[in-house]
C-alpha cells in the first residue's frame, strides 16, 4: 500500500522571471494545459504563455447588464402602469424617456456586481488552503522566487516524465506537491 499522500503536481522554482516565461512556453509547446504559475510580480506575456487566453468575465458583465437594464426598465413600468397607475396632467403611463436614468443606473449597478462575484467565481475564491501551501519553498513566491505548477489532473502528466520535463528547464529545484 502506497503511504504517500495523493499528488497535486509538480511544482519547478525558478531564480527569475525569465526562466519561469520559458519554461511555461515550453511548457505549453510540450502540451501541458493544466498549469500554473506563482511570481512575487505580474510577468508580461505570462498569461498568454499558460494558455489562458480567455477569462470568461465579459460575457458574464453582459449577463448582468442585460438583467439590471430590462429589471429595472420592468420595476418602472410595472409601477407606473400596473400597480399604482397615477395619471399627471394627461401624459402617458409608460412614459419611457422618465424611466431611462434608473434603468442606466440598474444596469452598471447589477453588471458591477456580477462582474465582482463572477470574477471570486471563475478563481475559486474564497480559497482559504491550496495544495502549493504544502510545498516549504512555496513561502519564497511572495518575496523574490517564480513557481511553474503543473498539476496532475492534465492529460500528459506522468510523474517520472513530467518530472524530467521541468528538470530539463534547469530551474532551482522541482517538487512533489501533495493535496
Not at 526562466?19 to 498549469?35: H, N, P, T, V
Amino acid at each position: 500500500m502506497d503511504a504517500r499522500p495523493p499528488l497535486f503536481g509538480l511544482m519547478a522554482e525558478f531564480d527569475d522571471p525569465e526562466a519561469l516565461l520559458a519554461a511555461a512556453r515550453r511548457a505549453y509547446e510540450e502540451g501541458y494545459r493544466q498549469m500554473d504559475a506563482y511570481t512575487p510580480l505580474p510577468i508580461e506575456g505570462l498569461a498568454e504563455a499558460l494558455g489562458l487566453r480567455h477569462t470568461g468575465v465579459p460575457p458574464i458583465v453582459l449577463a448582468g447588464g442585460l438583467i439590471g437594464c430590462l429589471g429595472g426598465f420592468y420595476l418602472q413600468y410595472w409601477v407606473a402602469v400596473i400597480d399604482y397607475p397615477i395619471n399627471v396632467g394627461g401624459r402617458p403611463l409608460n412614459s419611457w424617456p422618465a424611466f431611462i436614468p434608473v434603468t442606466f443606473e440598474l444596469t452598471i449597478l447589477v453588471a458591477a456586481l456580477f462582474a465582482v462575484f463572477g470574477l471570486l467565481a471563475l478563481c475559486r475564491l474564497p480559497m482559504p488552503y491550496h495544495p502549493v501551501f504544502n510545498v516549504r519553498r512555496f513561502e519564497l513566491a511572495s518575496r523574490n522566487r517564480f513557481f511553474l505548477c503543473i498539476e496532475a489532473r492534465d492529460p500528459l502528466f506522468d510523474r517520472r516524465r513530467t518530472r524530467q520535463f521541468l528538470e530539463s528547464t534547469r530551474p532551482r529545484g522541482v517538487y512533489d506537491v501533495d493535496h
